[in-house]
């Protein structure tokens, strides 16, 4: 049975703390066979984030791999996860359908 909020939503993409990114490369595309889809860096937030994946994000989910440049402590399991992301066509009717489901709306979409 269909929902009609999740009607054309997708798993984009999960992102995941890293403290290595060239070390995490050489695994998850060096030997597991993905391929860097785009790498940006952020010089205000300091962290670099790269998508890998095994086709083309608006096709095949991706992992997100960020990387903050301070970071001097390894992740544990708790702070190294960081989110799902799930694309919907209009990100404001599916929050306004969840929030009349009784979902919480943590943070409202914006720009």
């Given amino acids: ?61 991706a992992l997100e791999l960020t990387a903050n440049w301070d970071q001097e402590e390894p992740y544990d399991k708790g702070n190294g996860w960081g989110h799902i992301c799930i694309e919907t066509p209009d990100v404001y009717a599916a929050c306004e359908q969840l929030a009349a489901a009784g979902v919480k709306i943590t943070r409202p979409p914006g720009p």
């Fill in 1 to 61: 049975m269909s929902d009609p909020i999740s009607k054309g939503f997708r798993l984009a993409h999960t992102m995941m703390r890293v403290m290595d990114m060239e070390k995490s490369l050489e695994f998850y595309c060096g030997i597991l066979g993905m391929e860097v889809l785009r790498r940006t860096d952020y010089p205000e937030g300091k962290f670099t984030n790269t998508f890998i994946g095994y086709g083309p994000e608006a096709e095949s989910p």
